[in-house]
């Protein structure tokens, strides 16, 4: 595991990005007032990222590995850490079915549910454990081949399945082109900007260091940041 920045240089970087959000919000004119939550993306740094993040005013955590949330769970819980007083943990990685069970008491919203199979494996444990599943809907807008993310055509169908079984569909989410093409981005977050207003989703996750500009002009109420606020991650990573 990679070790985080301390707490003073990350306090810093979120309140950077934070009035870097309010400068583009009030420059892109009225209409586009809202509260962007962050997101800070941990993968690959050590446990106390997490408290790190939330100290340093971070709305939640993102994680792309189950074995990363578990293990990183056990360690706090292991050093005395009130549970309780953790950031949310949203996962915003591919998630295999198999590993819901062993993540759902740890993951406050699933950001990546993209498929049937998956979206049953939630329902399951909702039903078993009495706890609603919060779920974003995950759109693969740019049709790359090999990409996560329900197709554009089937979103409206996996949302209705979902609120039908009795989980919270709270928004969309979506990832920008692997080509990094500023147009290419663009249309993808307009699309699923288009796509979310139609279905009448609050929640709209996209964005992250390279492109949250964009997200935000089209709408984004979400960013998920990891190297603006902790840094290059190995290329490995």
């Not at 583009?24 to 941990?42: A, K, N």
């Not at 939330?54 to 990363?68: F, L």
């Not at 969309?172 to 699309?191: N, Y």
Request: proline residues 5%; contains cysteine.
């Amino acid at each position: 595991m990679n070790q985080p920045p301390p707490l003073d240089i990350v306090v810093a970087r979120v309140a950077e990005l934070r009035s870097h959000i309010h400068d583009r919000l009030v420059h892109d004119g009225p209409g586009f007032e809202r509260y962007v939550s962050v997101v800070g993306v941990t993968k690959t740094f050590s446990a106390d990222s997490w408290l790190i993040a939330r100290d340093a005013g971070c709305d939640a955590v993102g994680e792309n590995y189950a074995q990363e949330i578990v293990a990183k769970s056990a360690e706090l819980d292991a050093a005395g850490v009130d549970p309780a007083t953790l950031p949310p943990v949203h996962f915003i990685g591919h998630l295999q079915s198999n590993k819901v069970r062993q993540l759902y008491p740890l993951v406050a919203l699933w950001q990546s549910v993209d498929r049937m199979s998956l979206l049953e494996a939630l329902v399951r444990e909702q039903d078993r454990l009495g706890q609603p599943a919060e779920i974003l809907v995950q759109v693969n807008a740019t049709r790359e081949a090999g990409k996560s993310g329900c197709p554009v055509t089937e979103v409206a169908g996996l949302v209705e399945a979902a609120v039908s079984k009795g989980v919270v569909v709270r928004g969309l989410m979506t990832v920008g082109p692997t080509s990094e093409d500023r147009d290419e981005t663009r249309s993808a977050f307009c699309a699923v900007a288009e796509l979310s207003r139609s279905l009448g989703l609050g929640e709209l996750s996209m964005g992250m260091s390279g492109d949250m500009d964009i997200a935000l002009e089209e709408g984004a109420t979400m960013l998920r940041i990891g190297t603006a606020l902790f840094g290059q991650r190995p290329r490995s990573a």
